[in-house]
C-alpha cells in the first residue's frame, strides 16, 4: 500500500510537471526514468485510480488510445501533431457563438475542438 502511494506521488509529480496531456506510455518513460522498477501496469492501475479520484481527465480522439491531463484545467482544445503524434494543449476557447451561427433550433452541450498539423519541432 505504501509503495502505491510513492507510485501514485511520482505519477501526480509528471503531471505536474507537464505542459500537455500524456499518454500512458509517456507516464512509463517518465516515471522508469526516475525509478525503474515501475512497469506499465502499474502505471495503468494508478492512472485510473487519479481519474476515479477526479484528479486526471482523459483526453480521447476518436480511433487513438486517450491521453490524460489534470483535471484542473480550465475548458480549452488540443493540437496533434502529424509528424510525431505528441499532443498539445491549446489555450483559451473558439467562440461558440460564430461556430453555431445558423443552427438557431439546435442546444450545444458541449464541444471539443481538435486541430492538426506540425508541432514547432515537427515544423
Same mark, same amino acid.
Given at each position: /500500500? #505504501?509503495? !502505491?502511494?510513492?507510485? *501514485? %506521488?511520482?505519477?501526480?509529480?509528471?503531471?505536474? =510537471? =507537464?505542459e *500537455?496531456?500524456? !499518454?500512458?506510455?509517456?507516464?512509463?518513460?517518465?516515471?522508469?526514468?526516475?525509478?525503474?522498477?515501475?512497469? #506499465?501496469?502499474?502505471?495503468?492501475? @494508478?492512472?485510473?485510480?487519479?481519474?476515479?479520484?477526479?484528479?486526471?481527465?482523459?483526453?480521447?480522439?476518436?480511433?487513438?488510445? %486517450?491521453?490524460?491531463?489534470?483535471?484542473?484545467? $480550465?475548458?480549452?482544445?488540443?493540437?496533434q501533431?502529424? !509528424?510525431?503524434?505528441?499532443?498539445?494543449?491549446?489555450?483559451?476557447? =473558439? @467562440?461558440?457563438?460564430?461556430?453555431?451561427?445558423? /443552427?438557431? $433550433?439546435?442546444?450545444?452541450?458541449r464541444?471539443? #475542438?481538435?486541430?492538426?498539423g506540425?508541432?514547432?519541432?515537427?515544423?
Amino acid at each position: /500500500m #505504501i509503495r !502505491s502511494t510513492k507510485q *501514485r %506521488a511520482l505519477i501526480r509529480e509528471i503531471f505536474e =510537471a =507537464a505542459e *500537455r496531456p500524456l !499518454s500512458p506510455q509517456d507516464v512509463v518513460d517518465a516515471v522508469q526514468e526516475r525509478d525503474g522498477t515501475i512497469g #506499465i501496469a502499474t502505471v495503468y492501475r @494508478n492512472l485510473k485510480r487519479l481519474r476515479e479520484e477526479g484528479w486526471l481527465v482523459a483526453v480521447e480522439l476518436p480511433g487513438q488510445p %486517450a491521453c490524460y491531463e489534470r483535471a484542473e484545467h $480550465d475548458h480549452h482544445h488540443h493540437f496533434q501533431c502529424d !509528424s510525431c503524434g505528441t499532443i498539445y494543449d491549446v489555450p483559451g476557447c =473558439a @467562440n461558440l457563438r460564430e461556430l453555431t451561427h445558423g /443552427m438557431q $433550433d439546435f442546444e450545444v452541450l458541449r464541444h471539443e #475542438i481538435w486541430l492538426f498539423g506540425k508541432c514547432a519541432t515537427c515544423k
